[in-house]
């Protein structure tokens, strides 16, 4: 026999080839595994398959090169070639049955068993390329223990392969693994070395001839192998952290799209979809913002509930596509009145909200104003003749409600009362408001009793003519007397009486009334002196309206003329073609016709100019800012020009200042109303204090109302 001896620094090298190539073996199944896409992952198992099984093969070759006999060496090519290819055969099957989904036992034995085979017949191959004369004399016992040993190394793999395959641990933590399957590896090798007999007198047929020599095979084979075993790791190594960047990147662009996603689902939470504004959340929360720094400072603010007038007729008209539009038009013109701290929300439907700081009350009855006139004003749409008008409710923290809910039901019951009033208004919140429907009913119960009794009574509020100084008359203005709760304001009564439809009675009665003072008057030798009345919309919309005007000038014997009638530019527009025929008849009776609070409204000039009034009543809204305002003056020297262009008086009310006057009086009104000259009172004080023929500039006791309503008689 001949005795075979080792290389002690190859045997060493072949285990560290071996432990290279399982270590490229464990990194090339993630790579597959986690390739991304079907072109990468067959590329990553062919290249990665081919790398691992060269190395295996390299550590085979480098161990039988370590193997030394008393004789020259040599291997044949082709058998060298094939069993190369075994190797990277095994390999890629390998890396290809740890890609699977799954690995249930029964398929990871007969893996091991096919790529142990693989490994083994490799090995063998290897030896048989010797071409040993006469030919390598195996131990049985020892080769069954290589081949068991190959398909047990091979099951190691393949299953510590497939449990580490979609792990991100790092390169490192796969070194403990690579070192048992390189042992593995190698012990199967020496294994089969030692099944290996050669006798005595043996010769190497490849060393003899085209063979491959083992002097320089050793170096090639090593230097290539750890070359090509390198440049695979280092390009898994380099596409990992590529793939690295890139997680990183598609996480920064995750957060990012995400960060735009809270965003715009914030913002689909919190805002309208259609006009971009604030929506009833939002809103709620910046209410209780603002009670927050009310407390905390004493701060005031207002919540102005506004609501479009006519709104659901342009709707039903043109339209929700159209309505929308309007929608979205009101809100870009009322936001452009407001200032940084302010607030508009929409609600839904034609329903806005405004949350407004406040510095003292004339900013938020100015902003009023100003979104009344501003919505109004002209068309909103491009193309279409369309507007509506706003009525808006305001009720005020604290001096109204210090909670959230109160503020909005309190404001948003202030604006039906706009509305009630002949819309296009605003009206600020007063505790009769907050009426439940049992107190309503009480109320109206006692009001339908109060007609005809001494609850209900007539104050009288002078006008006076600018040309002579002299009262030329009086406005009738309604008074109730509860027997229980004293003077109820006309604001409360009237809109109840309006919903009811009592003040048809009320508005018969006070007519009555008033024309039966005017005629003691008149007895009294006050001939000249006018009375006005103030018609409901609803008293006006009454067919036998006109009967009950020419029956009361009948039964108390007055001229016509002295009987003036005062109706809201927003009741006879409400319907313009029966308001003007009505109009036209009272005309013919010879009875006065006021237009009561002129230039709120949205009369065209066009009906005005048919409209058969004899006076225009300035709103007292001109006439507050006129010492400051040189808009409103523009605004009252319009109306007198176009009053006295069509024939008509111009009377100024609210006056209450001496300036206000002087104003007035210079821009040419004919009448003036107000405070300064005196208040309302009852007609035996109206009698004392202008008996003589100059007045006297007096304010007379009286009853302060809130509000004169655009009712019958007040």
């Known amino acids: 026999m001949l005795i075979g001896s080792y290389t002690p620094w190859l045997v060493v090298v072949s285990f560290l080839v071996a432990v290279l190539a399982s270590f490229t073996a464990l990194d090339m199944a993630s790579r597959v595994t986690t390739a991304a896409t079907r072109r990468s992952t067959w590329l990553w198992l062919i290249g990665g398959g081919g790398a691992m099984g060269l190395g ?4 085979h070759f480098i161990g039988m090169l370590a193997f030394q006999l008393p004789i020259p060496l040599g291997y044949a090519l082709g058998l060298t070639t094939v069993s190369l290819l075994a190797a990277v055969a095994s390999s890629i099957f390998a890396l290809w049955l740890v890609s699977r989904p799954t690995l249930p036992h029964g398929r990871l034995v007969l893996g091991a068993v096919l790529m142990g085979s693989g490994i083994a017949s490799m090995h063998y191959l290897g030896m048989a390329a010797l071409y040993m004369q006469p030919g390598i004399d195996y131990h049985a016992g020892w080769v069954a223990l290589s081949l068991l040993i190959a398909v047990a190394a091979s099951w190691a793999a393949l299953y510590i392969a497939f449990r580490l395959r979609s792990s991100h641990r790092r390169l490192r933590d796969r070194i403990a693994p690579a070192l048992v399957l390189g042992a593995a590896i190698v012990g199967m090798h020496y294994t089969g070395m030692a099944a ?26 090593l230097v290539l192998t750890i070359a090509i075993l390198a440049i695979v790791l280092i390009v898994s190594w380099l596409d990992q952290r590529m793939e690295a960047q890139l997680l990183r990147l598609r996480n920064t662009d995750l957060t990012s799209s995400l960060d735009d996603a809270q965003a715009e689902l914030t913002q689909a939470a919190l805002h309208d979809p259609l006009t971009r504004l604030p929506n009833r959340r939002l809103l709620q929360q910046r209410i209780e913002q603002a009670l927050a720094e009310a407390e905390q400072r004493g701060s005031r603010f207002a919540v102005m509930f506004m609501d479009l007038d006519g709104f659901k007729q342009v709707n039903d008209a043109y339209g929700h596509q159209t309505g929308d539009a309007l929608l979205v038009a009101v809100a870009d013109r009322t936001r452009k009145l407001l200032r940084p701290a302010d607030m508009l929300a929409r609600l839904g439907g034609d329903e806005f909200v405004l949350v407004v700081p406040i510095e003292n009350d004339e900013d938020v009855a100015t902003l009023a104003s100003r979104i009344i006139q501003t919505v109004g004003r002209e068309p909103l749409l491009p193309h279409q003749d369309l507007q509506v008008t706003a009525s808006i409710g305001i009720a005020i923290c604290p001096d109204h409600a210090a909670s959230e809910r109160q503020l909005m039901a309190f404001a948003d019951a202030a604006m039906y009362q706009a509305k009630e009033a002949g819309r296009n208004a605003y009206v600020r919140f007063a505790d009769w408001m907050n009426d439940s429907a049992e107190q309503q009913f009480q109320l109206l119960a006692d009001l339908r009793r109060a007609i005809g009794t001494e609850q209900l009574f007539l104050h009288y509020q002078p006008k006076t003519r600018v040309a002579g100084q002299s009262v030329s008359g009086a406005e009738a203005l309604i008074r109730w007397r509860h027997p229980q709760q004293g003077l109820i304001p ?83 527009m409400r319907d313009t073609e029966a308001s003007l025929t009505l109009l036209q008849a009272m005309a013919a009776l010879g009875v006065g016709i006021s237009i009561d609070d002129f230039g709120t409204g949205y009369s065209s000039l066009l009906y005005l100019k048919r409209l058969p009034a004899t006076e225009i009543k300035i709103d007292h809204a001109f006439v507050r800012d006129l010492e400051n305002s040189s808009e409103d003056v523009v605004i009252v020297s319009a109306i007198v020009a176009l009053g006295h262009a069509l024939d008509m008086d111009i009377v100024a009310e609210g006056v209450e200042t001496a300036g206000q006057r002087a104003y007035l009086e210079r821009l040419g009104c004919d009448y003036l109303q107000g405070y300064l000259l005196g208040r309302p009172m009852d007609p035996e004080r109206f009698m004392q204090l202008h008996d003589l023929p100059r007045p006297r500039v007096e304010v007379a006791a009286g009853w302060k109302a809130h509000a004169r309503p655009g009712a019958s008689a007040g």
């Open 196 to 221: 290996a007999r050669f006798p005595a007198g043996s010769l190497c047929g490849a060393a003899a001839g085209d063979g491959l020599q083992a002097q320089w095979l050793a170096l090639v084979v």
């Open 490 to 572: 006309p604001d409360r009564f009237i809109r109840l009486a309006e919903r009811s439809g009592v003040i048809n009675d009320i508005g018969r009665w006070a007519l009555n009334e008033a024309c039966r003072q005017l005629r003691v008057w008149h007895d009294a030798g006050h001939d000249g002196w006018t009375v006005s009345v103030n018609l409901s919309p609803i008293q006006f919309a009454s067919p036998t309206l006109l009967h009950e005007v020419r029956e009361a000038l009948k039964t108390h014997h007055l001229q016509p003329r002295r009987l003036i009638l005062e109706i809201t530019e927003s009741a006879v």
């Open 56 to 59: 295996i093969w390299s550590m």
